[in-house]
């Protein structure tokens, strides 16, 4: 049973940082490209990285880049997501996925992801 576990989500004061970390289990891990997406109350699930098998990163859109950071350890079976410089508009639930797929981000999304962990809460709030 594939398995995708999100983790390190909490209360944060903002321009504090957080490393979120996706434990994944019951596939080969290095098949499949994984990414880390969020959804805040009332609006739709957006994608923010993506990281390949080989560890290249794709950033679902240009305005992540700067704060967000994404990383790939073949060996323990974990993405981590760096989450810099935190504004309260980056509370949300974030969830980690996998293609189920592919080896590649290309053309992944919120819509082509096969498999989803459940989800950490971070709260950027003073």
């Known amino acids: 049973e594939v398995q995708l576990q999100a983790s390190g989500g909490g209360l944060v004061q903002p321009g504090g940082s957080l490393r979120l970390s996706c434990a994944a289990s019951?596939?080969?891990?290095?098949?499949?490209?994984i990414g880390w997406f969020r959804q805040a109350p009332g609006k739709e699930r957006e994608g923010l990285l993506c990281v390949n098998t080989v560890g290249r990163s794709t950033y679902y859109a240009d305005s992540l880049k700067g704060r967000f950071t994404i990383s790939r350890d073949n060996a323990k079976n974990t993405v981590d997501l760096q989450i810099n410089s935190l504004k309260p508009e980056d509370t949300a639930v974030y969830y980690c996925?996998?293609?189920?797929?592919?080896?590649?981000?290309?053309?992944?999304?919120?819509?082509?992801?096969?498999?989803w962990g459940q989800g950490t809460q971070v709260t950027v709030s003073s």
């Open positions: 996925a996998a293609t189920g797929y592919s080896w590649s981000c290309y053309n992944s999304g919120p819509d082509r992801m096969g498999h």
């Open positions: 019951g596939f080969t891990f290095d098949d499949w490209a």
